[in-house]
């Protein structure tokens, strides 16, 4: 974990101007509140421009097992669907 006050850099690609960063957090892909159709035109908007960039903090997918605080038998996708899920979404982005 870095503290607060140490700066995450990065380096920008020259032949951009400016560059977007869109911080997502807390996807939790697999929680019944996850909203897959806003979460589709959000990829599609920052996956529309080349500088556009994502940085990923929170919880990405909901992973409930037992003795979790999550319910896991309110999950709308299984822990490895959730795991495939992220997995792919990490590659549409890389």
Known sequence: MY???KPILFNCPTEYRT????????LHYGNECFDAHRWN???????????RYVVWVGDLMENAVPNSKSDMFTQTATPR???EFIESVFKQFA
């Open 3 to 5: 503290a607060e006050t």
């Open 19 to 26: 560059v977007e960063i869109y911080p997502i957090h807390d």
């Open 41 to 51: 035109i959000l990829r599609d908007f920052i996956l529309s421009e080349p500088n």
């Open 81 to 83: 669907e959730q795991q």
